[in-house]
């Protein structure tokens, strides 16, 4: 009897539980190798955001959660390969140096991994690739319309899929087939010593959350809260572990439903599901327009009217711009990894609109920085905020004053991480690059 050898590759689905897709290969192959490849810097990225790593915040995030990992998988007798090799060159020298059979993976919403995945099969074309969307919600087959069919809002989605029954993964792994003994290659770039960590990375940190949150009143005044700046407990704080996938959005939904039979459901409970379906839908809008997502025009026939000016760029990612509030809000990123909702839609538009940036150089900024960052969130609301994406009114643009008086009133946060830039000015240098000698008294100020 032929032994059927299997290669689970990791990605942005760093769990066991409520993971059908490993379940699945746990019941069709007799080998399987589980592999994960720690990120890299692509030249796209590291173009438009002018780094050459990602945080250390984000690197320890996703260390633990590999970590994590493969403390799950040894407790169920197998092992966790994790190489700092590019995913094609790990890849295909794993299935040709082992006669793999059989590939499963998520249903990549990412470019360079579907492209990965094109080069796999056809160097291997007997080679069998499963994928299920171990990301979402839904899977393509739930939703009520064809792909190329999706609504152009948010709110036409919407409409449709919350009439559909609320989707319910709930599997659990018991049993895996036994590994096959490969070398490891673990080497995680040193970090520099940092303050304590926001989150911690991994399924079970991720779970513990998760429960601790949905078993408190919190959610019960999650839509009052959510709009807040700075705090552990205004928001959920489930997207660091929903982006790499160390939570499912299945089991969230699943926590929400007991909370709302333990404390009740009212508006607040509600938009935690409206933010979930969001997420969704940034999602299925990425795995439409493909390569879209990247592009300057985004979704529409022209670019927005904005350029590059390297010099406000730095100023900006430096959190050094003449706006306290998008100072105080960068500095906060900058150390922990993190940012609120607010925050980003605030740094963004004076990115878009104050600068008169190019939207994607902060879209990739973020993806280097965040601890949360995923890939159709991310990039989706910079596009909506553009006004390239899923936003019918155009572009976002918010007044700083008014949001600084709305959500900062008495400036506390701005005095937490220093958003008061005494040097800030928009450029160092005139129409015809003759420098520009500051003014005492010329700087904007709330």
């Not at 690197?59 to 590999?66: D, K, P, Y």
């Not at 025009?297 to 022209?302: A, R």
Request: proline share 6%; hydrophobic share 35%.
């Amino acid at each position: 009897m032929t032994n059927t050898i299997g290669l689970y590759w990791f990605t942005q689905d760093l769990r066991i539980e409520n993971n059908p897709l490993l379940q699945r290969a746990a019941q069709e192959v007799d080998t399987l190798i589980c592999l994960y490849c720690v990120p890299k810097m692509t030249r796209f990225i590291t173009h438009y955001a002018h780094e050459h790593r990602f945080s250390a915040a984000k690197i320890q995030f996703l260390s633990q959660s590999a970590k994590c990992l493969q403390k799950s998988l040894t407790a169920l007798g197998q092992q966790l390969v994790v190489t700092t090799s590019t995913p094609y060159a790990k890849l295909q020298r794993i299935i040709h140096d082992h006669s793999v059979d059989h590939l499963y993976c998520d249903a990549f919403v990412g470019t360079d991994e579907k492209q990965v995945l094109r080069q796999l099969k056809e160097q291997f074309p007997s080679l069998i690739v499963t994928q299920d969307h171990v990301r979402s919600l839904f899977r393509k087959s739930d939703l009520p319309f064809e792909l190329n069919a999706l609504p152009s809002t948010f709110t036409q989605f919407r409409k449709q899929v919350e009439e559909l029954d609320k989707p319910a993964r709930n599997t659990t792994t018991t049993r895996l087939p036994p590994p096959l003994q490969i070398q490891f290659e673990e080497t995680w770039p040193k970090l520099p010593p940092t303050q304590p960590a926001l989150f911690e990375g991994g399924e079970l940190a991720g779970l513990t959350h998760c429960q601790r949150y949905f078993s408190s009143p919190l959610p019960q005044h999650y839509k009052q809260t959510r709009n807040e700046l700075d705090g552990m407990d205004y928001s959920t704080k489930l997207s660091p572990w929903l982006a790499i996938g160390c939570l499912s959005p299945c089991t969230i939904l699943s926590m929400l439903a007991e909370h709302e039979h333990q404390f009740g459901r009212n508006e607040s409970t509600y938009w935690i599901s409206f933010e979930l379906l969001w997420r969704e839908y940034f999602y299925w809008s990425a795995m439409k327009h493909g390569a879209r997502l990247f592009r300057f025009s985004g979704n529409k026939p022209s670019a927005p009217l904005t350029s590059f000016y390297p010099q406000r760029f730095l100023q900006w990612k430096r959190g050094e711009t003449p706006f306290p509030i998008v100072n105080a809000c960068m500095h906060q990123l900058n150390q922990t990894g993190f940012m609120s909702n607010r925050g980003r839609q605030i740094v963004a538009s004076c990115l878009i609109h104050e600068l008169q940036l190019d939207w994607r150089y902060g879209a990739a900024y973020f993806e280097t920085q965040l601890v949360d960052y995923d890939v159709a969130s991310n990039w989706g609301n910079w596009q909506y905020l553009a006004g390239v994406g899923a936003d019918p009114r155009g572009s976002r643009r918010f007044d700083l004053n008014k949001q600084t008086q709305h959500y900062d009133a008495d400036l506390s946060f701005i005095r937490r991480w220093q958003g008061h830039c005494s040097h800030a000015q928009t450029d160092g240098v005139d129409m015809v690059d003759w420098p520009i000698v500051p003014q005492k008294g010329n700087q904007e100020s709330i």
